[in-house]
């Protein structure tokens, strides 16, 4: 094993292809097609398994092109797209029950997005047409509208999204659901995407 140490950073290379980056108690680690991160022991992390994506810091071990191309592909793989919903070109999802679609955002969006901190849906009650702005969510650093996949009024807004905005990472197609509409054009969700259109769309099968 070699090894290189500079003040709290430790940078180790296991054979074959294993990288180790730890800095205070966060411990990277670096397969050929994955990076992950876990900020516990390095037990915890064998325990827990792969999580999360990242990208090293490109003065301690940069990544080429060809690597950050995996490791996208690698991190849109492990996403889930239930095939028993339709998809926007805007990210939101749609579950159809009869003449009510229930919405929310989706795994690919809220990964982009971020930590969300904040969603604001101040629509409830009001009839709007097909990709009308019915409210934001907000993250960490940025600010993003939510389109409205189908025409229709907003019947119900997810009150549990005001204390835990969070739940829209953690779980968006169960607890962080978002609006539920009910159709004024049942039609319009024929044309929505089927889930592997939508795969499709964000580079899953590129």
């Not at 805007?90 to 159809?96: M, R, T």
């Not at 969603?119 to 990709?131: A, N, P, Q, Y």
């Not at 009910?182 to 795969?199: C, F, G, I, P, T």
Request: with cysteine; hydrophobic share 40%.
């Amino acid at each position: 094993m070699n090894r290189e140490s500079n003040a709290s950073i430790e940078l180790r290379f296991t054979w074959p292809s294993t990288v180790i980056l730890k800095e205070s108690s966060c411990v990277y680690f670096l397969f050929p097609l994955h990076a992950t991160k876990e900020c516990h022991s390095v037990g915890d992390f064998i325990r827990e398994g792969v999580k999360n994506t990242l990208n090293l810091h490109p003065t301690l071990f940069p990544i080429s092109p060809f690597q950050k191309k995996y490791l996208r592909l690698s991190k849109l793989t492990a996403m889930n797209f239930p095939e028993n919903l339709k998809y926007t070109k805007d990210h939101e999802w749609v579950l159809v029950n009869g003449n009510t679609a229930t919405i929310g955002i989706t795994d690919f969006a809220q990964s982009e997005l971020g930590d969300i901190v904040y969603v604001e849906i101040e629509t409830e009650g009001d009839s709007l047409d097909k990709e009308a702005v019915f409210g934001t969510v907000e993250a960490v650093k940025t600010v993003s509208d939510l389109f409205m996949p189908v025409s229709g009024k907003v019947t119900e807004f997810n009150n549990g999204l005001t204390k835990n905005p969070e739940s829209v990472n953690k779980d968006p197609y169960g607890t962080g659901w978002m609006i539920k509409v009910e159709m004024s054009n049942a039609a319009q969700a024929n044309e929505l995407l089927s889930a592997a259109d939508y795969k499709k769309l964000i580079g899953v099968d590129a």
